[in-house]
C-alpha cells in the first residue's frame, strides 16, 4: 500500500519579504545576507513545488509550512530570545541573575583602580548613613578594638601611680627621705619626683624587634657593655615562650606576656599589629617607659608598614628600623650621688613614740588570747563530738574573723550540730556553721532508709548484724522480689541487705493449703443460682480449709483473700450469664459464711461465659463450665 502522500502546498509562492522575516539572524549573526537567505528560501520552494512560481499572489497570513520550516532553523535562538525577554522583564529573576555574574564581576574588575573611584563615593554615602541609623553597629565593631587599647592604658597609669606610690611610703619616714623632701623643696619637683629619681635606676641593655606572625628577627640593637647571644636564638625562644603561654591557658589565644622578670633583669614585651617589640631591662624601670616603647613602636609600623607586612627574613633594608632601636638602647636612669646618710633619729622616735600604746595594745592581746585559749578548749570538745556522731563529716573547722568557724556534710538523719553546739557551753552567736547534706552509708541510716521505702509487712523485721541488714520472717514473694531489687541499689560501700533468713509466704504450709482450696469447684446446673444437689460435702471441707487459711495467714502476720470466680455456659444472653455468674458467687460466699468462713476473707466476681473450662460446643463443656472456682493469693500492705 503506497504510503499517504505529503500535502499539498499552498497554491502561493513565498515572497522574498515574507522569507526574510521569518529568517531574521539572532544576535550573534549578523553578518548574514538576509534578502539574499529570504531568495534562497523562495527558490528551495519553487524546486520542491514548481506551481507554486506561476502564483504571484504572496503568502498568507500564516503558513504551517513556513513556521515549521522557520522552527527547523531558528528555534534555537527564538527560545534564547525568549528566556532572555522573560529574565529582563521579571525584576526578581534579573536580580537573581546579575547576582550570580556580580562577585565575578567586581574580582575581575578589582584589578582596575577605576572600580574603586566609582564605587568609593557610594560605598562612604551608604556607611554614612548606615552608621547614622544604627551607631551601635560601630560600637560592636570597635569595642574589640578600643577596650583593650583603652584597658591597657589605665592599667599602665594605675601601675605608674602605685609605683610612685609605694616609693614614697618606703623612704617617707627614713633619714634618706627627710633629704629628699629638702632636695624637692630646693629643686621646686614633688616628693614623687625625687624619690623615682633616686630609687628608679635601670638600663635598656637589648632591644628586638620581632616579626609576630613569622617568628622571625627583624631588627636587634644591644647596649655597648651588655652581654649579648645569638640575637636569632632568643628572638626564637621568646617567641616560643609566647606560643607556650598561648596555647597552655585557657583564655590567653589572643593575648601574651608582657612583663617577665629574672632577677635584676626584667623583659618587658609592647605588641603591635605586625611586629612586637622586647626590651631587656636591668634594674627598676619607671612605668611610664611603656609609653616610651609604644611610641617607638607605633613610629616603626606607620613609616614601615609596607616592608613589615612583606617581610620574609632578610633584614637588610631595616637600617631606619636599627636606628630606631639605637635610641631606646640608650635609655637608662643611673643613681644620683648622695652623702653618708646619718642615724635615723626621726625613725627611732617615732618608734618610741609608738611604744606606750604598743604595749598597751600587747596586754589587751594577752587578755584576749587567755579568754580565746578557754574558748577554743570548748571548742575542741565540741568539733571532737561532731566528730563522733555518725552522718556528720567534717571538712573544715578552725577561727575566721573573730569568730570559729565548722563546715562538712551531714546526713538529713544524723543529730543537730546546733543541739550539740547548745550543750557545749560556747555562745552560738560566735560560731558559723556550713553544713552540705548528703546520705550516709552508716548502717543506722541505711535500715532507716530500706524501712521507709520498703514497708515491710508485719512479719518481717530488719536489723543491723554486724556489716550487713538481715531480713528475717515470712512476706509475700512480691515484696521479697522488691527487697531484692532495693538491695540491688544499695550504693557501694553501703552495708548489704541479707534476705537469707526470709521465707516465701507463698510456699510450704501456705502454698499447700492454697493448692487444696483452688483444687474446689461449686458446679450448678443450668439456670440455676443454687449449687447443684451433691455440693454439701464439698461446700464443708473447703469451709474447714478456709478457715485454716485464715488462722495460718494470722500467724504468719499476712493478710489472705481468696476471690470466688462465678462461671456460667454460653447459652443465652451474654448480660444474663453474666449477672448468673455473679450471683452464683454472692450464693456459694453465703453458704461459705454460714459455715463459719470469715466474709472480709472472701471477694466475688462473676466471668460469665468469658472464662471457660472446655471450650467444645458439648452438653459435657457446658455443665463442666456451670461452676465456682477459687484463687487464693497475700495481700501486700499499702
Not at 100 to 122: E, N
Not at 519 to 524: A, L
Request: aromatic content about 6%; some cysteine; hydrophobic content about 40%.
Amino acid at each position: 500500500m503506497t504510503p499517504p502522500a505529503d500535502p499539498p502546498l499552498e497554491a502561493t509562492t513565498p515572497t522574498a519579504a515574507t522569507l526574510e522575516w521569518l529568517v531574521r539572524p539572532s544576535l550573534s549573526d549578523t553578518g548574514i545576507d538576509r534578502k539574499a537567505l529570504a531568495g534562497l528560501l523562495v527558490e528551495l520552494a519553487r524546486n520542491v513545488e514548481p506551481e507554486l512560481g506561476a502564483q504571484p499572489i504572496g503568502v498568507p497570513p500564516v503558513d504551517l509550512r513556513l513556521e515549521r520550516l522557520r522552527t527547523l532553523l531558528l528555534g534555537r535562538e527564538i527560545e534564547v530570545l525568549s528566556r532572555l525577554s522573560e529574565v529582563v522583564e521579571d525584576p526578581e529573576q534579573l536580580a537573581a541573575a546579575v547576582g550570580r555574574v556580580l562577585p565575578t564581576a567586581i574580582a575581575l574588575g578589582s584589578k582596575d583602580a577605576r572600580l574603586g573611584q566609582v564605587l568609593a563615593p557610594a560605598l562612604e554615602k551608604a556607611a554614612q548613613s548606615s552608621i547614622r541609623s544604627h551607631p551601635g553597629t560601630l560600637v560592636n565593631i570597635l569595642y574589640p578594638l578600643i577596650v583593650p587599647a583603652i584597658r591597657k592604658s589605665i592599667g599602665e597609669t594605675i601601675d605608674e601611680t602605685f609605683q610612685s606610690l609605694n616609693e614614697s611610703l618606703k623612704h617617707s619616714l627614713t633619714w634618706r627621705g627627710l633629704r629628699w623632701r629638702w632636695e624637692a623643696w630646693r629643686t621646686g619637683a614633688s616628693f614623687a619626683e625625687v624619690v623615682l629619681k633616686h630609687t628608679l635606676v635601670y638600663q635598656i641593655e637589648h632591644v628586638f624587634l620581632i616579626h609576630r606572625h613569622t617568628g622571625l628577627l627583624i631588627s636587634h640593637v644591644a647596649a655597648e657593655d651588655a652581654a649579648s647571644q645569638d640575637p636569632q636564638l632568643v628572638s626564637s625562644m621568646l617567641t616560643a615562650i609566647q606560643d607556650f603561654v598561648r596555647d597552655s591557658f585557657n583564655g590567653a589565644e589572643n593575648q601574651g606576656l608582657d612583663t617577665m622578670r629574672l632577677g635584676e633583669l626584667r623583659l618587658w614585651s609592647e605588641p603591635g599589629p605586625i611586629a612586637t617589640l622586647v626590651a631587656v631591662i636591668r634594674g627598676n624601670p619607671p612605668e611610664g617607659l611603656h609609653e616610651i616603647l609604644h611610641n617607638v613602636l607605633a613610629r616603626i609600623h606607620s613609616e614601615r608598614r609596607h616592608a613589615l607586612e612583606n617581610f620574609d627574613g632578610d633584614s637588610s633594608g631595616f637600617a631606619d628600623v636599627e636606628a630606631l632601636l639605637t635610641e631606646c638602647a640608650t635609655l637608662r636612669q643611673r643613681a644620683p650621688r648622695s652623702t653618708r646618710g646619718g642615724f635615723p633619729w626621726l625613725v627611732a622616735l617615732v618608734g618610741l613614740v609608738l611604744l606606750l600604746p604598743a604595749g598597751a595594745g600587747g596586754f589587751r592581746w594577752w587578755q584576749n588570747e587567755r579568754r580565746w585559749e578557754n574558748e577554743q578548749h570548748l571548742w575542741d570538745g565540741y568539733v571532737a563530738r561532731l566528730q563522733a556522731q555518725p552522718g556528720i563529716v567534717i571538712t573544715e573547722a578552725g577561727r575566721r574573723d573573730g569568730k570559729f568557724l565548722v563546715a562538712g556534710l551531714r546526713d538529713p538523719l544524723a543529730v543537730d550540730p546546733q543541739l550539740v553546739l547548745s550543750q557545749a557551753g560556747i555562745d552560738p552567736t560566735r560560731v558559723v556553721s556550713r553544713w552540705e547534706s548528703y546520705q550516709g552509708l552508716d548502717p543506722v541510716f541505711v535500715l532507716k532508709r530500706l524501712r521507709a521505702a520498703l514497708d515491710p509487712p508485719p512479719g518481717v523485721t530488719l536489723a543491723v548484724e554486724g556489716d550487713h541488714i538481715v531480713a528475717e520472717g515470712s512476706a509475700p514473694s512480691t515484696w521479697i522480689a522488691r527487697a531484692r531489687g532495693a538491695g540491688r541499689m544499695l550504693p557501694a560501700g553501703a552495708p548489704g541487705l541479707d534476705l537469707s533468713r526470709l521465707q516465701d509466704a507463698n510456699e510450704g504450709a501456705f502454698g499447700k493449703l492454697r493448692e487444696a482450696i483452688q483444687s474446689h469447684e461449686i458446679h450448678f446446673n443450668s439456670n440455676e443460682s443454687l449449687p447443684a444437689p451433691g455440693q454439701e460435702a464439698i461446700l464443708d471441707q473447703l469451709a474447714k480449709e478456709l478457715n485454716d487459711l485464715a488462722s495460718l495467714s494470722s500467724t504468719m502476720r499476712v493478710t489472705a483473700r481468696v476471690a470466688l470466680t462465678g462461671h456460667s455456659d454460653d447459652t443465652g444472653k451474654g448480660t444474663f450469664n453474666l449477672s448468673l455468674s455473679l450471683a452464683r458467687a454472692e450464693v456459694v460466699r453465703a453458704l461459705l459464711k454460714k459455715r463459719g468462713v470469715d466474709p472480709d476473707l472472701l471477694t466475688v466476681r462473676g466471668a460469665g461465659p468469658l472464662e471457660p473450662l472446655e471450650a467444645t460446643p458439648s452438653e459435657d463443656a457446658r455443665s463442666a463450665n456451670r461452676r465456682i472456682s477459687f484463687t487464693v493469693w497475700i495481700e501486700e500492705q499499702r
